[in-house]
């Protein structure tokens, strides 16, 4: 088994679309599931398949994304590049951070539209993408 992609319920999807497509996502494709509900699919230019699936159905009530959800985590190459294409495509990066002392990863926090918040990573030199059993060694 393995994992497909995450999905977010979203308020207004053409906001949502400017976010993350300005996070550097681009859209797969979109299905219309009726009464105008939709699905849009999206990945990261360098990845194989979908990664993040947009779910808009305006009929529903605006997303609350309470207290069952805490963040989605996204691994970058660069963070202080990142953290400036970001900023210059309109969005608000937090500070840079150093979760694990100044060896470790390199960590940013950013909130999409809706509430959703999201980690970006930078993992330091030689360490592998994602976190392995190595990290709990």
Known sequence: M?????SY??????RS??????????????????????LVILKFPGEPAASLELVHRPGDAPVDVGSGFDHLAIQ?????????????????PGPLQFPGGPDGPKTSWLT???GYRIELVEWPPGHLDGITEADFA
């Open 76 to 92: 970058v190459e660069t963070l202080a590049t990142t953290l400036k294409t970001l900023t210059e495509a309109g969005l608000e």
């Open 17 to 38: 679309l400017g976010f993350y497509t300005a996070l550097g996502y681009v859209e797969l494709g979109r299905v219309e599931v009726g009464d105008g509900a939709r």
């Open 112 to 114: 999409d539209p809706d």
């Open 9 to 14: 319920r979203v308020t207004d999807l053409a």
């Open 2 to 6: 393995k994992t497909l992609f995450v």
